[in-house]
């Protein structure tokens, strides 16, 4: 079974903002806005490099079958295995709260990377918004999700898990 995973609106914005202001950057040195436009020119050819990776590993959704959990993206699709999964369940906010990017991505295109948190501890999370999150544990390694009908997501993987 496919579970969507849609953009929520403060990703939304945050994708905007950064897509808008790196627009700027790139057509400001032609129309007068900076005097420098071959340091300018370099400096936004990276950015877009990295806004354009961002969209490649975004989340689109994640397939449910017997054997695994398959995180859809455009590229580097990731798949965990339903049978090393111990836990899977709904998170709370609170679980969330003050959670801090180690390695990865903090709103542009989702959430996605090596996050920390108080209540959590170490993660890799898979997501396209901060809210309605779903926690698989995986032998020691945890992964937070963000299916659209995270319920219903949780009991496919539940029902396909033993251990869960």
Known sequence: MYFKSSLDKLTIVITSLVFLMFLSMTIGPFIGWFNAKTPMLIVTSFLWLIFMFCYLIKVKGYKVTPSKIIIDRLFLKKDLPIDSISEVRLL???????????MGVGGVFGYYGEMWSAKLGNSTWYSTKY?????????????VVS??????????????????
């Open 131 to 143: 809210s309605s999150l779903v926690l698989i544990r995986v032998k020691k390694k945890k992964y």
């Open 92 to 102: 709370d906010k609170k679980e969330t709260r003050y959670t801090l990017r180690i």
């Open 147 to 164: 299916p659209d009908d995270r319920e219903k997501f949780v009991a496919q993987v539940s029902s396909y898990s033993k251990s869960a």
